[in-house]
């Protein structure tokens, strides 16, 4: 899981919009104005018969900021990603 969805910083965060772009997820800003410091991503890639499937999780960072369900807040109603 990504913990980016509990930082202060996930509305704002450089690393966090390139993660929604890989997902194909909608931004939750367009102009993101804050750079992570040290960002760890995994990538677990999946291969199915017809495609490769690559999903990029943050596992660590230096910027961390607990903020616990922001990203929840920010959406309400959505689906959490998980």
Do not use: K
């Not at 450089?14 to 997902?23: C, G, I, L, M, S």
């Amino acid at each position: 899981m990504c913990i980016c969805i509990h930082c202060a910083y996930v509305d704002r965060c450089e690393t966090y919009h390139a993660v929604e772009t890989q997902h194909q997820q909608p931004h939750l800003t367009a102009t993101p104005n804050f750079t992570a410091q040290a960002p760890q991503i995994n990538v677990n890639i999946r291969t199915t018969a017809d495609e490769i499937l690559m999903e990029w999780d943050v596992v660590g960072c230096n910027s961390f900021t607990q903020d616990q369900g922001r990203w929840a807040r920010l959406r309400p109603g959505e689906t959490v990603p998980t």
